[in-house]
């Protein structure tokens, strides 16, 4: 289920290519599988997360927040969360893909969407968060333009570190929008 001020979908440019993958709406269908093939990869299968928390996550509605299923050539391919207003910009309140589906560009054109939708709104900041552990995301967002700007201990569960990280200022519109 969504709710929220972005719409309720949109094509993503993968590749040089828009028209292989898009976001969809969350659809209480799909959630059950999405959130059981989100907690068995990490850094999710990691954490204390429980399956029934993540669907739990993905089919809530609430104000200012909308969630996506990612689909590639008419496959589910993850899911996006994103909150808006959130510290004078968009925060990045999700971004799972499946591993079948990751290395290949579509976290970066999901990045890349969002930019130009924060910008649309004249948001200031692009926020996403990632535990400390996971290496390879912090890489992602460093390799996007996103900073550490704080640690923030015990958020999710004791002894897991995440690590606000924050893309400031958002600049010209990327590619393709």
Known sequence: MTSGPFSAAADLILNGDPGRACLRPM??????????????????????YSAEAITGYLVAVEDGARRYRIEVDGMTA??????????????????????EFQNQGIGSAVLDWLAREALHREARNLWACASSFNEAALRFYARHGFAETAVLHGLVADGFDEILLRKFPLGSVPAGG
Request: glycine content about 6%; aromatic content about 10%; hydrophobic content about 60%.
């Open 78 to 99: 993850g899911a996006v969360a994103v909150r808006y207003p959130w510290l004078r910009g968009v925060y990045l309140e999700l971004l799972a893909l499946l591993p």
């Open 27 to 48: 659809a209480p269908a799909a959630c059950a599988a999405l959130g059981r093939a989100i907690v068995a990869v990490p850094p999710w299968s990691e954490m204390p």
